[in-house]
């Protein structure tokens, strides 16, 4: 490194070497005597453009004591190599160094012993008026460099006396720090020591001891060129002096070390010469920085707003979840399944909550007695979807709970049944509710029991009972048995209906009915009273009403009518009056009995026999060949001459097997096929009519049926 550091330094011109001038040799003393010269190690010049660290201080010389007369030179103490270098020729004057400040400095000596403990000071003399005094240099824009010497030699090794070793004068003497500069100035010849010297000679000061012994030549160059590495290192250090760095003072005053030139920081330079960025680069470092700053930015946000949402999400509990209530027919119903979303964000982010809760329908145990049950949801303001299917799976009603109330079963039967509810965004007003869905599913059987009733509980002979049974599911015509003798049931506004006719002579008492519809059966209980009839006596048979027609008598084309199923109900607008609009008699009534030849005993108890007893009325009008009109709305089954005691007959069905007769008309207004109205005029009579009532093949009392007296024949 040395070696480089020498190729490259800049060898400083060199200064006029001043006039010699002749001094004694100083004394000999012994090397214990002599104290040592102050060396440090001496370190190798920087180069230029280098920065090198700043050294310690400089140790301080100890002043010599001032003395008026005669003071020795203090010497300071040689190494050991010292004592074999060869001394200068006495006659060969040793030349006058340059200023210190004006010689080269000296590539770093050998290293001297240190110093010892004590050193005289040396005495003060007084300089000169004409000398020049010593002045502190400016610092030089540039430094000057020292001429490369020669590698000093590791102390302790004592070098080979020569004769080709250069006299202590030859040797340029290094550049003083501050210091030693005071300290060199200070020290003075004695007159012993400077002979013939003038005394301005003597007061100038050289900075440096001059003697005759090479070694303490060697060991003031090693000092100087020291002394100067601390100047180059000071000024180097100016930067950071200037950026705010205290340096102590400099203890006494001397020479301002020359500053060094600026050094250049190759970081710098390099830096200086990068190109310069293009607007496009600038704006494209900027936008990409301000990339980054936005997606750390949207980076923390999405951690606060994560941390929110799963705060959020966890409050969504199933307590949230809508409560529910459906009821069919009075019964409520468990759900078996559900989907909720609970919002957590608003409804962008939700939570759903979603299980089955029973795979299978659930089961109504008791059957719907009620063609129409109801079904009720609560809360109503959710949206409802209805869906019932039969056992053949297929659909009877699908729609909402709603249109459900006006529904009615066809029959009874098993069903499933499936409602779904729904609660959505749309149908909500806040848009942040609970929305989803919860379904039932449930199973339930259809067991209508059609009403039954009697509207005649009690009945007197020869009239009618009607029995009435309320709407079939099944839509299947109800069926009665019992004693008495019946058509069956008919189509009613509001189910099914049946008249039952009474005998004359139907058993007095009280009969048991028994109703069956729809699979469920009902007994009913008829009470029969005693109608109150006349009778007659006669003496001979020639007496006897004629025409009379029984029971048994009726002609065949009338018989056959009896025996065919009645049609509609005609009567229930306007009813039944009687035939004839004048009055008529009656020789004979429903119920009579005509006696021939009875006792005087058994007309008096009403009891006999060969009696015959009139199932129909026997009419005589006013006058002969009457008008007769019809006395309800019916169809005419028969209008013809039978001839004989029938005469011109007509038979008119009025509906529910309830048909009217009319024998003996001498001329007929309607004819078979013609469906009549009450009122119309139906023929003219005969001097008698026989007029019959019949349901199905029994006869019943006509008059009581024209007087609105047969409280059966009232229900429809």
Not at 116 to 134: L, M, N, Q, T
Not at 220 to 239: D, G, K, P, Y
Not at 253 to 261: K, Q
């Amino acid at each position: 490194m040395e070696e480089d550091k020498k190729s490259t330094a800049v060898q400083p011109e060199e200064a006029p070497k001043p006039k010699p001038r002749r001094r004694k040799a100083a004394s000999h003393q012994s090397a214990a005597d002599t104290p040592p010269a102050p060396t440090d190690s001496a370190e190798p010049p920087a180069a230029d453009g280098q920065t090198t660290k700043k050294p310690a201080a400089p140790s301080k010389k100890p002043r010599a004591k001032k003395n008026t007369k005669t003071t020795k030179t203090a010497k300071p103490k040689t190494p050991k190599a010292a004592k074999t270098v060869k001394r200068a020729p006495a006659d060969e004057p040793p030349e006058r160094k340059a200023p210190a400040q004006d010689s080269p400095v000296p590539a770093a000596p050998e290293p001297a012993e240190p110093k010892s403990e004590s050193k005289p000071e040396p005495p003060e003399i007084p300089a000169r008026e004409d000398a020049a005094a010593p002045t502190v240099p400016d610092v030089p824009s540039t430094p000057e460099l020292p001429e490369p010497a020669e590698r000093a030699e590791p102390a302790g090794t004592e070098p080979e006396p020569t004769a080709d070793v250069p006299a202590a004068d030859d040797t340029p003497a290094a550049e003083a720090p501050p210091e030693a500069a005071a300290a060199d100035t200070a020290v003075t010849d004695t007159p012993e020591q400077t002979g013939d010297v003038p005394a301005e000679d003597a007061a100038e000061p050289s900075g440096l001891v001059f003697s005759d012994d090479l070694a303490n030549d060697k060991a003031l160059a090693a000092e100087a060129a020291r002394m100067a590495n601390i100047s180059r290192t000071a000024q180097l250090s100016i930067a950071q002096i200037m950026a705010g760095l205290e340096e102590d003072p400099a203890p006494s005053a001397g020479p301002a070390p020359a500053p060094e030139a600026p050094q250049h920081d190759s970081a710098s330079d390099d830096e200086d010469d990068e190109p310069q960025d293009t607007i496009p680069q600038a704006l494209g470092r900027g936008v990409f920085g301000m990339f980054k700053w936005l997606l750390l930015v949207v980076l923390f946000v999405l951690i606060i707003a994560g941390g929110g949402v799963a705060w959020l999400y966890r409050s969504a509990t199933p307590d949230m979840l809508p409560e529910v209530k459906v009821t069919f027919d009075g019964r409520e119903l468990a759900p078996t399944a559900y989907k909720w979303h609970v919002p957590v964000v608003g409804s962008f982010f939700r939570r759903t909550y979603a299980e089955t809760l029973n795979s299978s329908p659930v089961v109504l145990e008791d059957a719907i007695s009620d063609a129409s049950p109801d079904i009720i949801v609560t809360p109503s303001d959710y949206s409802t979807q209805l869906t019932i299917t039969d056992a053949d799976k297929e659909t009877v009603y699908e729609g909402s709970v709603t249109g459900f109330r006006s529904y009615l079963f066809a029959e009874n039967g098993t069903f499933d049944a499936k409602l779904v509810v729904t609660a959505s965004d749309s149908a909500a007003e806040d848009r942040s509710s609970v929305t989803g869905t919860e379904t039932w599913q449930f199973r339930f059987t259809v067991g209508i029991k059609p009403s039954v009733t009697l509207c005649t509980p009690t009945v007197q002979q020869g009239s009618v009972a009607a029995v009435r049974v309320g709407s079939t599911m099944s839509r299947t015509e109800p069926t009665l048995t019992g004693p008495l003798e019946s058509t069956g049931f008919v189509r009613a506004a509001n189910g099914w209906i049946c008249y039952l006719p009474i005998p004359w002579n139907a058993e007095i008492g009280n009969t048991e009915l028994t109703v069956t519809a729809d699979g469920y059966t009902e007994t009913l209980t008829l009470s029969v009273r005693a109608a109150s009839y006349s009778y007659k006596d006669y003496s001979t048979k020639s007496q006897l009403m004629s025409p009379y027609i029984g029971a048994d008598d009726a002609p065949d084309a009338v018989r056959r009518l009896l025996t065919t199923d009645g049609g509609e109900i005609q009567w229930a607008v306007g009813g039944f009056v009687q035939p004839f609009l004048d009055s008529f008699d009656t020789p004979l009534l429903y119920g009579m009995t005509e006696y021939v030849g009875r006792s005087y005993s058994e007309r008096s108890t009403n009891y006999g026999y060969g009696g015959r007893t009139s199932t129909n009325v026997v009419i005589k009008p006013k006058k002969s060949k009457d008008s007769m009109i019809v006395p309800a709305s019916g169809h005419v089954l028969l209008a013809e001459d039978l001839g004989g005691s029938y005469g011109y007959t007509v038979v008119i069905d009025h509906g529910a097997g309830l048909r009217s007769i009319f024998y003996g008309l001498t001329a007929l207004d309607v004819e078979a096929g013609d469906d009549v109205k009450q009122g119309q005029l139906l023929g003219t009579s005969g001097r008698t009519v026989v007029a019959e009532l019949r349901i199905g093949t029994v006869p019943i009392n006509p008059l009581l049926v024209w007087r609105g007296q047969c409280d059966g024949l009232k229900y429809y």
